[in-house]
């Protein structure tokens, strides 16, 4: 294949600045080789290991990975300062999962003094996190749409952890005329049930054990999906009662595309709750009326 410039085949090459991304991604797509994008904050766990692994089974593409805490989508009282950022050893991991271009930009190389454009999520975008979280998803979308205009991917992966993100990307994507093709990959936990998350770092052994009532209150919520929406929520709320120190914020079910639930069929129900000074967010998919499914 005829090599684009500064760029080698099965070597990880590491940019912080926009504009030479732009020019090796698009050098890459002039010679036919398709481009998938992994956005990330960094802090990388199995869960974003997965989303790597996914991305670079998909035939015939390079491999990028983006690092970058976007303060966007922090709010003024939010962990933005605190987030840890273990760059080395994020490379050392997107080396091991043989991702070939990573993306590290700075705060000016995306915000340059003067920008001040961003994306409008519409009403998705204040509801579930964004009640919570003011200003969340515009900040996600505007970075998601730069990195997009920036690396160009045929691809994007994105994890279903942050279901309401993947729906609002989805949505940013069909309503922009994008061209990326946005895959979402289901959520990686550790053997006790609690999802991968960066945060988790934050959580002290007392505060890991209660973490679990998160999805322990959606399996138990997906395994009464035959009785209906009242069913589920009552049987997640009585696992979530029995840990008073896990600040619920929000336990909803919704229809996949975060619209009313239906009463029958697939929808999905989602939490987010405190665990101390963390805040942490799971869902899972379920059967409303219906048999439920093995897995979670
Ligand atoms: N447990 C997981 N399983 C699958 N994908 C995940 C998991 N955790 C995060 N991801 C996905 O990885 C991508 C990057 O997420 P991010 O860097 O914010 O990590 P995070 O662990 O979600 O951190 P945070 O604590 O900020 O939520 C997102 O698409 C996110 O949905
Ligand atoms: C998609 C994302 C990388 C945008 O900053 C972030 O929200 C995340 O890591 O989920
Ligand atoms: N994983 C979503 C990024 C955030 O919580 O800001």
């Not at 050098?27 to 199995?46: D, E, N, S, W």
């Not at 009282?77 to 043989?98: F, I």
């Amino acid at each position: 294949m005829t090599q684009a410039p500064q760029f080698s085949r099965g070597q990880l090459h590491v940019h912080s600045s926009p504009q030479e991304v732009a020019r090796v991604t698009r050098a890459l797509r002039a010679v036919g080789t398709k481009i998938v994008l992994v956005p990330t904050m960094g802090a990388l766990h199995a869960g974003h290991r997965e989303l790597l692994r996914r991305a670079r089974n998909i035939p015939n593409t390079v491999l990028v990975a983006s690092i970058f805490v976007n303060p966007l989508q922090f709010g003024p009282n939010e962990d933005l300062e605190r987030y840890p950022r273990p760059l080395e050893a994020d490379l050392e991991a997107c080396r091991d999962e043989r991702v070939e271009i990573v993306f590290t930009p700075g705060r000016e190389d995306m915000y340059p003094p003067g920008s001040q454009v961003t994306v409008h999520p519409g009403p998705l975008g204040d509801d579930l996190e964004g009640s919570v979280r003011d200003g969340h998803f515009a900040g996600v979308l505007t970075v998601v749409a730069k990195l997009f205009n920036i690396v160009r991917p045929d691809f994007a992966l994105f994890g279903e952890k942050d279901y309401q993100q993947l729906v609002l990307i989805k949505q940013m994507v069909a309503d922009l005329d994008m061209e990326t093709r946005v895959i979402g990959v289901p959520t990686v936990r550790e053997p006790d049930g609690l999802a991968l998350s960066s945060r988790n770092v934050y959580l002290n052994a007392e505060q890991r054990e209660s973490a679990v009532a998160l999805s322990a209150a959606l399996s138990a919520g997906a395994y009464a999906g035959r009785g209906g929406k009242e069913d589920v929520l009552k049987a997640a709320q009585e696992v979530l009662a029995a840990h008073p120190e896990v600040a619920l914020d929000y336990l909803e079910v919704r229809a996949p595309d975060l619209g009313p639930a239906p009463e029958k069929g697939e929808a999905r129900l989602l939490v987010a709750a405190r665990v101390g000074t963390t805040r942490l967010i799971d869902n899972t998919g379920l059967l409303l009326g219906e048999p439920p499914e093995p897995g979670l």
